[in-house]
């Protein structure tokens, strides 16, 4: 996993996306996100319209330092995505 730095006056903090300091500017958040979707999004992948809108909010939610709508907006997500991928596969209708 990669190590995200921050700057904080002379201080250098190693940040990883699950330990993040919460009085972080939105900049830094975007560096945490971008490099998490470079990571862990190698190769592509194919998500309905309706999940990557979903995924974007989750996005902007922690950027923003929304940290419990994050969390279930990303529930919602992968949720959104599972069903997606269940009616695809069963051929039936998601309930």
Request: glycine share 8%.
């Amino acid at each position: 996993m990669q190590d995200y730095t921050q700057q904080s006056g002379d201080v250098f903090h190693k940040l990883s996306p699950f330990a993040y300091s919460f009085d972080m500017n939105e900049e830094a958040r975007w560096k945490i996100i971008n490099g998490l979707d470079e990571e862990m999004l190698m190769g592509g992948v194919i998500l309905s319209e309706w999940c990557s809108f979903i995924v974007r909010e989750a996005d902007l939610a922690f950027v923003k330092g929304a940290n419990l709508a994050s969390i279930l907006t990303a529930m919602a997500g992968v949720e959104t995505d599972l069903r997606y991928e269940y009616a695809k596969t069963q051929n039936g209708s998601a309930i």
